[in-house]
């Protein structure tokens, strides 16, 4: 059965990259949100693909809500297109109403900050606090150093091969979206090892 995509977290770069893929795929996905009717939710900043993205979907007629902590508000420059900005108290506040308020979460290429933030979408997936479909726009490849960080944890022992399964991958926004709207969560046992009683 399709999910249904009402709004979509999208976590990118506050800076643009080196090379003009990155910005194109960013103005290709937020007109493909906007032409879906599905809202963005991202980190309210005008800066990099964050604010690209923003832009993309605003100019495609879409909706976009962004979500800043009060004391990033001039370094990220909140977007002053919104009609939805929520100013929040910390960098963990942001994480958790994005969270809250999304269906779905795409990674774009970015920094440690995405990185920070796709991992926390996916552990809390992993420990069931969400169930929610994650996926990563794999423009240029960018996300096969991660998708082999994932790989090495599972060959060494410290992830299992279904934790792979709780995110997608595709380099189309269209496909991408598509595969999020038909996700399906991957049945695993618990993610905690039964510690034994002491006798
Ligand atoms: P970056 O990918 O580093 O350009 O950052 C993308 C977004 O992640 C920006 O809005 C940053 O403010 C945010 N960010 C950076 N570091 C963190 C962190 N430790 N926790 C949560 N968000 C962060």
């Given at each position: 059965?399709?999910?249904a995509l009402t709004y979509v977290c999208v976590y990118c770069g506050s800076r643009p990259g080196n090379r003009p893929e990155h910005t194109e795929a960013a103005i290709e996905l937020g007109r493909a949100?906007?032409?879906?009717?599905?809202?963005?939710?991202?980190?309210?900043a005008s800066v990099?693909?964050?604010?690209?993205?923003?832009d993309a979907v605003l100019d495609a007629g879409g909706e976009v809500v962004g979500i800043l902590p009060r004391w990033?508000?001039?370094?990220?420059?909140g977007h002053s297109r919104l009609k939805e900005l929520h100013i929040v108290d910390s960098m963990h506040a942001r994480k958790q109403r994005m969270i809250e308020r999304s269906d779905a979460f795409i990674a774009l290429p970015g920094g440690l900050g995405t990185f920070d933030e796709l991992f926390e979408v996916l552990t809390w997936s992993q420990i069931g606090l969400h169930e929610k479909p994650v996926g990563l726009l794999d423009v240029k490849g960018y996300f096969e150093p991660f998708r082999a960080l994932v790989r090495h944890a599972v060959t060494e022992g410290f992830a299992l091969p279904?934790?792979?399964q709780l995110f997608l991958s595709n380099p189309d926004p269209d496909a991408l979206i598509e595969a999020l709207a038909s996700f399906e969560r991957p049945v695993y046992g618990s993610k905690w090892v039964e510690t034994p009683k002491a006798p």
């Open positions: 059965m399709k999910r949100l906007a032409r879906k009717q599905i809202g963005l939710v991202y980190g309210g990099g693909l964050m604010g690209t993205l923003a990033l508000e001039s370094r990220e420059v279904e934790h792979e």
